[in-house]
């Protein structure tokens, strides 16, 4: 259980951190906040499509699973961010706005498990 506990620190950290970066970078270009948010959880879903793919082919574990798709995707992803950024909007009443982010986080996020899943089958 501890070895868990760690994998799954060890990745979230690593994750958070990197969608600090992703947010921080979007910022630096002048870009709304919901295109960092979005980058990270498109991102996020690429990733862990491919990552439960090799842990899966390669019969890595179940430390790797967790590090990778709980603690790393974890971090990365920001559906709590995504949630509160929809609220704001919402409170903002600029639905198209509202109905744009859900449908693009939503969509892209789907298309990008599933190419995650695609590519890395193709691979390994």
Known sequence: MLWNI???GAGGSIGAVLR???SKAGSHFGLDVIWGTLAANVLGGL???AALEIVLARNLGE??????AVGFCGGLT????????NLRILEDELY??????IGLNVTLCLI?????IK???AVV
Do not use: E, P, Q, Y
């Open 63 to 68: 430390n790797a699973r967790l590090f990778l």
């Open 20 to 22: 600090f970066l992703i």
């Open 78 to 85: 920001t559906f709590s961010t995504f949630s509160m950024d």
């Open 119 to 121: 590519l890395t089958k």
């Open 47 to 49: 990733i862990i499509g």
């Open 6 to 8: 760690c994998a799954v």
């Open 112 to 116: 990008a498990v599933w190419a995650g």
């Open 96 to 101: 198209g706005k509202l109905a744009l982010n």
